[in-house]
């Protein structure tokens, strides 16, 4: 038997959905509850940033993202990967960079500035923009378009 939920908590879920971001803040929730239903406002209360708590794992179930990890996981994560890992993952990161210590660094330095969550979504953005043009090439073809035409 589904459970009944309330208009608030339907509006929490809906303004999750809407932001694809199951882990946005409560103030860019509440903005956007009030932006898609301004009735609801006076509900908005002392609780609110509970409800979006609550709300938070169904939005991740709805938007296709990761679970977030759980206390053991993040406790063995936090130690760091084994020694040898660190160097492999290493490795390959410069690999990535051409192998250039000079162009890792920037590429740190670069990534340092950026918020994981921001991050991820340029990243899933950028695949579905290659999905969609065909390859990576022509993806920046139409963003160099997109840039000349004031788009972006």
């Avoid at 309330?6 to 860019?28: M, N, T």
């Avoid at 509850?33 to 979006?52: R, T």
């Avoid at 990890?69 to 020694?83: E, S």
Wanted: hydrophobic fraction near 40%; proline fraction near 3%; aromatic fraction near 6%.
């Amino acid at each position: 038997m589904a459970k009944k939920i309330s208009a608030l908590s339907a509006a929490i879920r809906e303004a999750l959905v809407a932001l694809h971001d199951p882990d946005v803040s409560a103030g860019d929730v509440k903005a956007k509850i009030v932006e898609l239903h301004p009735e609801l406002e006076k509900e908005i209360g002392d609780s609110f940033s509970g409800a979006v708590y609550r709300q938070r794992e169904w939005a991740r179930e709805q938007i296709g993202g990761q679970r977030r990890r759980t206390a053991a996981k993040v406790k063995q994560r936090a130690t760091g990967p084994a020694t040898l890992e660190r160097y492999q993952m290493a490795e390959r990161f410069l690999a990535l960079c051409g192998g250039q210590s000079k162009h890792a660094e920037e590429v740190l330095a670069f990534l340092e500035k950026i918020e994981p969550a921001e991050l991820r979504q340029a990243y899933d953005g950028w695949q579905q923009l290659v999905a969609s043009a065909g390859n990576a090439q022509k993806a920046r073809q139409v963003l160099a378009t997109m840039r000349d035409t004031g788009m972006l």
